[in-house]
């Protein structure tokens, strides 16, 4: 059960932002979420994670929604190595601290 | 500093045979996942050890998977008697603690093939 909807697949422009949404209606007070991204071969990687507020790093943005019922992954220009597939997790120490991953968004980058 | 390392990257075996696959974890990091990828398919949770507490073992899918951990670092991840379903990406996974901050590390992970 990984408690969170993306869309399967999302196309974008090189060098255009581009902003994956993540559903997670049922969160909890403690959860955080979490984002990973897959590349081709290889197991996945930690992009940036948050509670509340929105955050930054060197990879991406991520935009929390006031009710945190969703969130939004921005990467501010797409580059052809960021094609992969993004996992959107809710995580919380209150049940086990395993990381449910579900199907994840795949993104491809259109030169 | 080294990342999570997977052993062997590739295993090929024959339905019916015993398999090993080995993780060595980031070194210090308490916690450790192995999941399972099937092709084209998200990542399914097995089994999770947290320090010297008793391993969540709730993802296993049968008894013929098992894993231990040993002294807290390196763990070996055992499916008997294999069967071709079992063919999938094996992937382990480290992290430093139990906060909900800390993110987890994983390996390039083991592919398995059951012929």
């Known amino acids: 059960d990984a408690k969170t909807t993306q869309p399967n697949s999302m196309e974008s422009n090189e060098e255009e932002p581009v902003h994956l949404p993540c559903n997670h209606s049922t969160i909890s007070g403690t959860d955080y979420i979490h984002w990973y991204r897959q590349l081709p071969s290889q197991g996945p990687e930690y992009v940036i994670h948050?509670?509340?507020s929105n955050v930054n790093n060197r990879m991406a943005s991520l935009a929390i929604a006031e009710d945190r019922k969703s969130s939004t992954l921005i990467l501010h220009r797409a580059t052809l190595r960021d094609a992969a597939v993004y996992y959107c997790?809710?995580?919380?120490?209150?049940?086990?601290?395993?990381?449910?991953f579900g199907t994840g968004t795949s993104l491809t980058v259109i030169p | 500093g080294a990342g999570v390392s997977q052993s062997p990257s590739n295993k090929v075996t024959e339905k019916g045979k015993d398999v090993e696959l080995r993780c060595d974890p980031i070194?210090?990091?308490?916690?450790l996942y192995w999941y399972r990828q099937s092709l084209g398919q998200g990542l399914e949770f097995l089994i999770y050890f947290q320090g010297n507490s008793a391993p969540d073992k709730s993802g296993l899918p049968s008894d013929r998977f098992s894993a231990e951990r040993t002294g807290g670092s390196v763990s070996t991840l055992t499916i008997q008697r294999t069967q071709q379903e079992d063919s999938a990406v094996y992937l382990c996974?480290?992290?430093?603690?139990?906060?909900?901050?800390?993110?987890?590390?994983f390996g390039n992970g083991t592919r398995l093939t059951v012929t």
């Open positions: 997790i809710r995580h919380s120490s209150n049940t086990g601290n395993q990381f449910y």
């Open positions: 996974a480290s992290r430093s603690g139990q906060g909900v901050g800390s993110p987890l590390h």
């Open positions: 948050g509670l509340t």
């Open positions: 070194s210090g990091h308490t916690a």
